[in-house]
């Protein structure tokens, strides 16, 4: 957007457009009795940063050291051309137009409006249009990743606008391209798929545990995991490192009919490990076994029929953010993982 300077104090946006918007800069000392155009940020590290000031407050004589003290010696009065958007209303428009109806949507501050998830579930974010909406320039669009699992009031996305005011025209533009996804695709760019809860069998392998020699330390931490995502480990299995007893096992939960089956340790490459040679003797198509990413990298994903089942190795039980984090959202949905899926974790997979 062009920035013309007028003369000292007043400046004037949007060129020779009709319906411009006048901005007038006024000297604090002066602003008593005038309404803020925006609302005025204080940041003092390590204690505060936030709104000082609301858009709308009413100056008054107390104000002055205080606006002074954030670094503002002038204020703007803003009278806005009718081809222009506050930035606080560009942020609420953008937001309305790229979001599914069903999340919730914050009042702007400073600026910016916040769109947070009504329920445990899945991002579901259109890249290419966050993208899009992006390159148009003097707008911020920021999201978590596609496919990340999302708490209750987890943050999704924010919108903002980079001037104090911006062309209308722009703000359709994002409207447009929202539009042009709803159609095609019948739902919103930003969106969340709740989280079903789903029952899973458990089979840990490892005769060090099936001895008793060690305690299980697998157990509690898969259940943490799928605990932290609406779902329950409906039973947990032991079994020593023998390959027909885990194919046995592994039938075994597969006939009780739980929505998937994980199967622990035994992974790598001992002689011990024995357990993607089971999963696959249990008779899973394997999608793969190992995952570009680290930690993780020897995770077997597979199916039984639909069921999907997964080889978690050692470091799932330790490490907080594995491939199975990943992948385990997707999986809870009852999305199907395909290789593809797997190729992807590579880059940006080394944690
Ligand atoms: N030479 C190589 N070494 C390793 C490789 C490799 O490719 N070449 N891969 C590494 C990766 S990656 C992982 S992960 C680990 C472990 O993988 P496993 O799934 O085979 O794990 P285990 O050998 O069965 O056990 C390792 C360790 O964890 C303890 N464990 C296993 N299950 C339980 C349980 N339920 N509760 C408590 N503790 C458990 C086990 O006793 C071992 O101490 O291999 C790397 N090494
Ligand atoms: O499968 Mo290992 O987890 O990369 O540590």
């Known amino acids: 957007m062009d920035i013309h300077q007028d003369d000292h104090n007043e400046t004037r946006l949007g060129g020779e457009r009709a319906g411009r918007t006048m901005l007038k800069e006024v000297p604090v000392q002066q602003a008593v ?16 940063k936030g709104r000082l000031f609301k858009k709308g407050h009413l100056i008054t004589e107390s104000d002055i050291p205080k606006l002074l003290d954030i670094g503002k010696e002038h204020i703007y009065t803003l009278e806005l051309g009718e081809q222009d958007l506050h930035e606080d209303d560009a942020a609420r428009r953008m937001a309305e137009a790229l979001i599914d109806e069903s999340l919730l949507m914050s009042e702007p501050h400073e600026g910016k409006v916040s769109i947070q998830s009504p329920v445990l579930g899945v991002a579901k974010i259109a890249k290419d249009v966050v993208d899009q909406v992006n390159r148009l320039g003097e707008i911020a669009l920021a999201t978590i990743h596609h496919n990340k699992a999302v708490a209750v009031g987890g943050k999704l996305a924010a919108t903002r606008v980079i001037p104090l005011v911006v062309s209308k025209q722009k703000v359709e533009l994002v409207e447009q391209i929202a539009q042009q996804y709803k159609r095609t695709y019948g739902c919103a760019p930003i969106s969340v798929s709740p989280l079903p809860v789903r029952r899973i069998g ?5 005769s060090e545990v099936y001895n008793g020699r060690i305690k299980d330390k697998f157990g509690p931490a898969v259940k943490a995991k799928l605990e932290a995502l609406g779902s329950v480990v409906a039973e947990q299995r032991f079994v020593p490192d023998d390959r027909e007893l885990i194919v046995k096992e592994i039938k075994g939960l597969v006939a ?8 622990t340790g035994g992974m790598s490459v001992d002689p011990d490990d024995r357990t993607p040679g089971a999963i696959a003797a249990a008779g899973a198509d394997i999608v793969s076994y190992g995952t570009p990413m680290l930690p993780g990298s020897m995770l077997l994903a597979g199916y039984i029929g639909h069921t999907p089942i997964v080889g978690l190795p050692g470091c799932v039980m330790h490490d907080p953010y594995t491939s199975f984090d990943v992948l385990l959202p997707r999986l ?17 997979g080394l944690l």
């Open 33 to 48: 009795g005038m309404r803020l155009a925006h609302d005025l940020t204080q940041i003092i590290p390590g204690q505060f």
């Open 256 to 263: 009780e009919g739980y929505d998937m089956i994980l199967v």
């Open 202 to 206: 458990l089979l840990t392998t490892g």
């Open 332 to 348: 809870l949905l009852g999305e199907r993982i395909d290789k593809e899926d797997i190729v992807a974790l590579g880059y940006g």
